[in-house]
């Protein structure tokens, strides 16, 4: 899962397998938070994000999990492929009036083998 | 819809030297924020311009600076350039409409200016 540390935390997997990647959030406050994806030489993409209202959201073969009880975010991919190797960053944000600047997490480095 | 575009895409500096770099949103997005992102610190905030004008800064040194057009379209200058400015430099937009919905605040990233000092 995510860290402060300097390192990047690592996911490995096999094709086929489902992966969970975690995120430890920082600010009670925090009321959106989103997932995304960096390949290799590419910047972040979106890939899903949920409200504090919610604790549950699926996507296309991703689930996003939110336990505001112990600050905690999990992204779910099912049925893991080459294709979804990355490194996964989370993001919080707070509400509106609030900073529009997201607090990133470390980002977790998936690499799925075929 | 066209995504971000940065450019240039690859630069070579020595240091001293100053840069500027390019970041053309996309259209309809007024927000504009500015990353920095190294293996050892992961991404770093650097400033983000709303309407052409500055409304958020992280905490780097006065050495970066930007600014934002009429167009939206956003540059940043790195001046006399450190080893340690070596990074990959992204540029994200977001519609960012105040007191707007949450998903406003989804940002849309470039594929990144890879700076290298020398």
């Given at each position: 899962?995510?860290?402060?540390?300097?390192?990047?935390?690592?996911?490995?997997?096999?094709?086929?397998?489902?992966?969970?990647?975690?995120?430890?959030?920082?600010?009670?406050?925090?009321?959106?938070?989103?997932?995304?994806?960096?390949?290799?030489?590419?910047?972040?993409?979106?890939?899903?994000?949920?409200?504090s209202n919610m604790d549950k959201r699926q996507?296309?073969?991703?689930?996003?999990?939110?336990?505001?009880?112990?600050?905690?975010?999990?992204?779910?991919?099912?049925?893991?492929?080459?294709?979804?190797?990355?490194?996964?960053?989370?993001?919080?944000?707070?509400?509106?009036?609030?900073?529009?600047?997201?607090?990133?997490?470390?980002?977790?480095?998936?690499?799925?083998h075929p | 819809k066209a995504g971000v575009t940065?450019?240039?895409?690859?630069?070579?500096?020595?240091?001293?030297?100053?840069?500027?770099?390019?970041?053309?949103?996309?259209?309809?997005?007024r927000s504009v924020s500015w990353y920095q992102?190294?293996?050892?610190?992961?991404?770093?905030?650097?400033?983000?311009?709303?309407?052409?004008?500055?409304?958020?800064?992280?905490?780097?040194?006065?050495?970066?600076?930007?600014?934002?057009?009429?167009?939206?379209?956003?540059?940043?200058?790195?001046?006399?350039?450190?080893?340690?400015?070596?990074?990959?430099?992204?540029?994200?937009?977001?519609?960012?409409?105040?007191?707007?919905?949450?998903?406003?605040?989804?940002?849309?990233?470039?594929?990144?200016?890879?700076?290298?000092?020398?």
């Amino acid at each position: 899962g995510e860290s402060v540390g300097l390192h990047l935390p690592t996911l490995s997997v096999q094709e086929g397998d489902n992966s969970i990647i975690n995120c430890a959030y920082s600010n009670s406050a925090s009321d959106y938070f989103i997932w995304y994806k960096q390949e290799s030489g590419k910047g972040p993409q979106f890939i899903i994000d949920i409200r504090s209202n919610m604790d549950k959201r699926q996507g296309q073969r991703v689930t996003v999990l939110l336990n505001k009880t112990v600050k905690h975010l999990s992204l779910q991919i099912a049925a893991t492929q080459p294709g979804d190797s990355a490194v996964y960053f989370c993001a919080e944000n707070i509400g509106p009036g609030g900073s529009y600047i997201p607090t990133f997490g470390r980002g977790t480095s998936l690499i799925v083998h075929p | 819809k066209a995504g971000v575009t940065q450019t240039p895409r690859y630069l070579i500096k020595t240091r001293g030297q100053q840069v500027t770099l390019s970041c053309s949103p996309i259209s309809g997005h007024r927000s504009v924020s500015w990353y920095q992102q190294t293996p050892g610190q992961g991404l770093q905030f650097l400033f983000e311009y709303f309407s052409e004008t500055q409304r958020n800064k992280g905490n780097f040194p006065g050495r970066f600076s930007g600014r934002q057009f009429s167009n939206s379209r956003s540059e940043m200058n790195v001046s006399t350039l450190e080893l340690g400015d070596s990074a990959l430099y992204l540029c994200a937009s977001s519609p960012a409409l105040t007191g707007g919905p949450a998903e406003g605040k989804k940002l849309f990233f470039g594929s990144g200016t890879q700076l290298s000092v020398l």
